[in-house]
């Protein structure tokens, strides 16, 4: 009879609008989180630390639900649903959002970077975070850079020795002006493609190649697809952790915060693993059959001069002030050597 009584005000409780508070304020904060690439790659791994992060700091009141391998969609599709609400955030390449902000094409200038210190320094300065938040109006906030990193080309066809040896290579570049410019400029027939089917265009042989950095062709084991390697450094690529503006006006102050840390502490780890990665990357990829070499400085030269036109290109799209503040930038950098 007690426990009859105890049981009845239990569920007398859990059906009061109190009750029904009570329980939605324990429910996590659940953040969709998607991606591009696989769990065992380097998105993969910064997107786990991020997680524990976020989930250690709000005492286990937020959640990041991390959804790899583009299962929610292309980097395309996962924007467009974080300016419609639809989901909460993404991590992704700047590249992709040309077509949404287009200062973002700053980054796809050929050769732009020496080195990722140059690199990291321009990326979290001020240019950086000026680019990033030209995407606030368009529905987004841009949290941190992530490396993605210097891309090398790959190819079904030949060894990519001099220029020339693009000529009529089927390339798949990612969706945007800048690169299908610049590999048009070098005599490819370049493809843009989202990333999601990359894989299975190799093997189809519907491309005969494509361009990333050495983590990618690894975790992506484009090494299965594709025989020759050449190590170009053409550009080097970030990506770009986002959040739906829609869904980053709801949180609080302290909730912006714990996202933000976490961020922060996920692009400091990330840079330094994918670092160590591409360092044992070049002899993994020999090791699984690659065939690789090296472009020699001449030809890297040649390629420079050839893309020049490209970027009086880029600088009136990413807009000339933006574009003479960056070089000014990377000037003074070089100059303090
Ligand atoms: C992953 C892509 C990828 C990029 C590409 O979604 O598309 O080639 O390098 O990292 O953003």
Redesign the pocket.
Known sequence: MKLKTLFTALILFSTTAAGWVAAQDIKPRLIRFG???NDQSN?GRATKLFADEIEKSSGGKMKLRAVGA?ALG??VQMQQALIGGAQEMMV??T??LVGIVGEMGLWDTPFLFANSKEADTILDGPIGQKVMDKLRDKGIVGLVYWE?GF?NLTNNKRPITKVEDLDGIKLRV?QNTVYLDSFKTLGANAVPM???E?FTALETKAVDG????YN?ILSSKFFEVQKFMTVSNHVY?P?IVTVSKKYWDQLSKDEQKIIMDAAIKSRDFERVDTRTEAGKALADLKSKGMQVNELSMTEVARMREKLVKVNAGIATNVGNDLWQETQAALAKMRGQK
Not at 210 to 213: H, T
């Open positions: 991606y591009g690439l998105q583009a292309s980097d992704g390449s590249a992709t993605n891309r990612m989202a990333f999601s990359l494509q361009e990333n950095p990618t690529s990506w």
